[in-house]
């Protein structure tokens, strides 16, 4: 939403610059003391708003100057408009506080001389802070009083902005269809057909709308309605965000090929169009879209751009507040040499001024005014370097300020280190131990990798009597959420066995979705985790087996295939149906051996092309080492998985589990 936000703020501007101004011309006429003070504010302004294309925080600057020239002009209005000025360009940094602050105090003028058009735009622009800030309720007021002071004075482009901005406000609140109510006339104003860039905004919005409520027809009809309004008004940065949604629709419909050819079109004017989001979006789409058309190379290598992106935009905020230190130095040091020539020009008009009235007092006048400029000169020297000495000394604090965030930041990834290495030691605990393994499945083996250093993956034993639990599970997610997700899933299993007493295994699975559906229904939103699993049931050479997606691989002794018994279609946890699970039962012989596992191992991607490994190529794998022990199966199985994975990301926990009957 935020992002959307950034591009009809920034369609506003658009819609209210006009055309470029003259930086150099507009600053002499501010420097111009012959001028009027409020025609000298007026060129301040213009210097203002252009930099908020160059450079916000040079656009803060002017805006402080501005607002401190102001205050010698009698008439309060200027304050305000001064505040409403340093709002925008807080607001354009992203500092919504500051911005908050300065749009308040022009509002309270506002109220205070009862100008109710201005009133109308400052609850606009303080709704919009605090539709950034997310506190919707705040927001909402200010744009509900905003539009009924436009209705009472009939300012419909007013009335126009206020109610886009009303729209989103009501697509936040998931109000999906009241947004339309609001949104699907503003497109047939007429104030929308005269302003190209205002009616882009509502038809993106309007799409964007019918794309969260899956109706892809609607949404694509009118992003393709914006394309058009954009591309009459040249609009570089609307194209490369509606050709990137279109993109992102026909990923959905999955015909992958419009999809690419959306987001290489967009992916080509992201290039010349300004924002980081964009091109993530834009990448984002296309690997989406190479993966639908099976083309795993080029989805990585999208991937990895995608990536590549967020780490600049880290690296340039690392090296932010160093940077505006140096503006603030610049620019301070640019107001010193201004002050100089203010006064230069100042005395030199009363030189003139002076050998106009009494030419026979020249000589004294030019001794005056040299001594005066030698003095003037020395003070603003003195001023200057001390100035330069206190600047210097703010760049150190600042530095040093900059050291002691890095070291809080420093501290504070230890104690997130640290706090992962202690869900680490948890997690490790609740999985049986080694011994335990071997006490009750002498001839097995077990390859556990998880792809962080906590895992979604985790396998789990209990012995009932003669009977022997024992299984693999796959949870949702891997690192902390999937930790997480396994904790509540293995609990489930252990009250299935300990506490409802049941030793089959489509018993089991059904008694623990039933557990962790009453564990997940506590909370107020939906919560779709669970977890993937295949769960045996040992008792001597008979084997029961039941599974949630994951299957059951069997290699007989001198069998030269894997015989495969497939679980049910349906995770442990929320899902549309609720069938019981059905409990599968074979007879084994002694040097048969099973396999069960997560899959983590088949999905990995590697290779000389970067692929799936994929289930068939894991079962020719188990069939080569059938002649091998268990511990050498372990450790080829595992050489195999890192020789496939190369230099390529593990993709997902990895656990697979094998036992031989003796």
């Known amino acids: 939403m935020k992002f959307l936000l950034s591009i009809i703020l920034s369609l506003f501007i658009c819609l209210t610059c006009g055309s470029q101004v003259n930086i150099k011309d507009r600053l002499r006429d501010f420097q111009d003391i012959e001028l009027e003070d409020t025609v000298r504010a007026l060129a301040l302004e213009d210097v203002v708003w252009e930099y908020m294309y160059i450079n916000t925080d040079t656009a803060i600057q002017f805006a402080l ?7 010698r ?71 509900e009083e905003g539009i009924r002071i436009c209705k009472e004075i009939s300012d419909k482009q007013r ?111 992201a290039e010349n169009a300004s924002g980081y989001y964009s091109k993530q979006m834009c990448f984002m789409c296309l690997s989406h879209a190479y993966e639908g058309l099976r083309d795993f190379k080029q989805a990585l290598t999208y991937n990895k751009l995608m990536e590549d992106l967020e780490d600049s935009i880290l690296n340039e905020s690392n090296i932010e507040e160093v940077t505006q230190l140096r503006l603030n130095f610049d620019f301070e040091k640019k107001r010193v040499i201004d002050s100089l020539k203010f006064f230069n020009k100042e005395q ?55 050291i002691l965030q890095r070291d809080i930041l420093e501290e504070k990834n230890k104690e997130i280190t640290d706090s992962i290495n202690s869900a680490y030691r948890i997690q490790k605990a609740i999985l049986p131990t080694d011994r335990v393994v071997k006490e009750f499945l002498t001839e097995s083996f077990i390859l556990y990798k998880p792809k962080d250093i906590i895992a979604g993956d985790f396998y789990w034993l209990e012995n009932v009597g003669s009977i022997i639990l024992f299984a693999v599970a796959d949870c949702t997610g891997h690192g902390i959420p999937g ?8 609990n489930a299993l252990n009250r299935s066995v300990r506490e409802y007493q049941l030793t089959d295994p489509g018993q089991i699975l059904n008694k623990t979705r039933d557990i962790v559906i009453e564990e997940f229904e506590k909370s107020d939103e939906d919560v779709l985790d669970g977890m993937d ?22 290699c007989r002794k001198g069998a ?8 049910d279609k349906q995770p442990i946890g929320m899902y549309e149906t609720n069938a019981p699970y059905t409990t599968h039962k074979t007879e084994l012989r002694t040097g048969d051996t099973i396999y069960i596992f997560s899959d983590g191992f088949s999905d990995q991607f590697g290779g000389d092309k970067g692929k799936k490994l994929k289930s068939a190529n894991f079962k020719k794998l188990l069939l080569s080492v059938q002649d091998r022990s268990l511990r050498e199966q372990k450790i080829f199985i595992d050489e195999s998985f890192e020789n496939w994975k190369g230099e390529l990301e593990q993709v997902d926990d990895v656990c697979v589990i094998g036992v031989k009957i003796e």
């Open 533 to 554: 699993i295949a769960f045996c049931s040992l008792d001597g050479n008979k084997l029961s087996y039941s599974g949630a997606y994951n299957p059951l691989w069997i």
């Open 73 to 143: 002009i009698p008439d309060k209005k200027w304050t305000a408009y001064s505040n409403n000025t340093l709002g925008a360009c807080y607001f354009d940094k992203g500092e919504f506080n500051a911005s908050l602050e300065h749009y308040l105090r022009s509002l309270e003028y506002y109220e205070k001389v009862q100008l109710k058009r201005e009133i109308a735009g400052a609850k606009n622009n303080i709704a919009q802070v605090y539709l950034q800030l997310e506190n919707y309720h705040e927001g909402k007021m200010a744009l």
């Open 159 to 269: 009335l126009s902005e206020l109610l886009l901005n009303y729209s989103f406000l009501l697509r936040e609140l998931k109000e999906y269809e009241k947004a339309l109510e609001q949104l699907l006339p503003l497109a047939e104003m007429p104030f929308a057909e005269k302003n190209p860039y205002f009616l882009t905004t509502v038809l993106l919005d309007i799409g964007a709308i019918y794309d969260i409520m899956n109706e892809l027809d609607s949404a694509l009809k009118y992003y393709e309605e914006a394309s058009v309004s954009a591309t009459e008004s040249n609009d570089i940065q609307g194209l490369t965000s509606i050709y990137t949604n279109i993109g992102i629709v026909f990923n959905k419909q999955k015909k992958y090929r419009q999809a690419l050819e959306n987001c290489t079109r967009s992916s080509e004017m």
């Open 560 to 567: 030269n295939e894997i015989e495969e018994i497939k679980g």
């Open 65 to 71: 100057t501005q607002y401190d020239f102001v205050q």
């Open 348 to 402: 030199a008009l009363k030189m003139s001024h002076s050998r106009k009235i009494d030419k026979e007092k020249q000589k004294r006048l030019i001794l005056i005014i040299s001594l005066a400029l030698s003095l003037v000169v020395l003070l603003i020297s003195v001023y200057h370097i001390l100035n330069k000495r206190k600047t210097n000394r703010l760049i150190v604090q600042k530095n040093e300020k900059i």
């Open 483 to 490: 930790a997480l997700i396994s904790v509540v899933c293995n």
